[in-house]
């Protein structure tokens, strides 16, 4: 089955087309702003404009503006193909990501996350999410435990903050997503903002 991945959560943008875990074309793009742009473009540039039979999207944590254009293109293109849609976790990708280059063991991931904080999960050698999402400040990002292995864009921050670790900066892409278990895969497309909004209902309720 061909499988189209989308993922736009973080600062980088990528796309991919798979037949089953083999890697048929794939982009990755370090993009900082303008993820709407440039993502459709990206799509239709792969074999066959991307058509799949399934389509794939990353559902967070990372900017509220890249997680909502990237399943915003997903659902548009999962209901013109009549194709099965389905997400994963942005920071279980990176876990896997960092086990496939550093070997399977347990792994700290930190990314960026709003208002200065940082994104961070512990996972284990066999990909298992070990304790729930955080947004922390850096400060106690580093005061928690954590692997000896940190993986992720705030992964050299976070060594230096501790004073001890291996760091392994990496940024998600979907041309990786065959690394992830099926388990990881839901049909349940919520987002995982990982924070509360910044916008407020009037007299500074949270929505």
């Given at each position: 089955?061909?499988?189209?991945?989308?993922?736009?959560?973080?600062?980088?943008?990528?796309?991919?087309?798979?037949?089953?875990?083999?890697?048929?074309?794939?982009?990755?793009?370090?993009?900082g702003?303008?993820?709407?742009?440039?993502?459709?473009?990206m799509?239709?540039?792969?074999?066959?404009?991307?058509?799949?039979?399934?389509?794939?999207?990353?559902?967070?944590?990372?900017?509220f503006?890249?997680?909502?254009?990237?399943?915003?293109?997903a659902?548009?293109?999962?209901?013109?193909?009549?194709?099965?849609?389905?997400?994963?976790?942005?920071?279980?990708?990176?876990?896997?990501?960092?086990?496939?280059?550093?070997?399977?063991?347990?792994?700290?991931?930190?990314?960026?996350?709003?208002?200065?904080?940082?994104?961070?999960?512990?996972?284990?050698?066999?990909?298992?999410?070990?304790?729930?999402?955080?947004?922390?400040?850096?400060?106690?990002?580093?005061?928690?435990?954590?692997?000896?292995?940190?993986?992720?864009?705030?992964?050299?921050?976070?060594?230096?903050?501790?004073?001890?670790?291996?760091?392994?900066?990496?940024?998600?892409?979907?041309?990786?997503?065959?690394?992830l278990?099926?388990?990881?895969?839901?049909?349940d497309?919520?987002?995982?903002?990982?924070?509360?909004?910044?916008?407020?209902?009037?007299?500074?309720?949270?929505?």
């Open positions: 089955m061909l499988t189209l991945t989308i993922d736009s959560a973080t600062e980088a943008c990528s796309v991919a087309l798979h037949d089953g875990a083999v890697l048929v074309a794939g982009d990755w793009r370090m993009l702003r303008g993820h709407a742009e440039q993502l459709v473009p799509i239709a540039a792969l074999p066959g404009q991307g058509r799949a039979a399934r389509i794939s999207v990353a559902l967070g944590p990372g900017s503006t890249g997680l909502r254009v990237g399943l915003a293109a659902r548009a293109l999962a209901l013109a193909w009549r194709a099965e849609l389905v997400g994963y976790p942005t920071l279980a990708l990176l876990a896997a990501m960092a086990r496939a280059e550093r070997g399977d063991q347990t792994v700290t991931v930190a990314t960026t996350g709003g208002h200065g904080e940082w994104f961070v999960q512990d996972f284990g050698a066999d990909g298992a999410e070990l304790g729930p999402l955080q947004s922390l400040p850096p400060a106690a990002a580093a005061a928690r435990p954590g692997a000896d292995l940190v993986a992720g864009s705030q992964a050299e921050a976070l060594v230096a903050a501790r004073g001890t670790g291996t760091a392994l900066p990496l940024w998600p892409d979907a041309r990786q997503v065959a690394l278990p099926a388990a990881a895969f839901s049909p497309v919520a987002l995982r903002y990982g924070r509360a909004p910044d916008a407020r209902l009037p007299g500074g309720i949270a929505p």
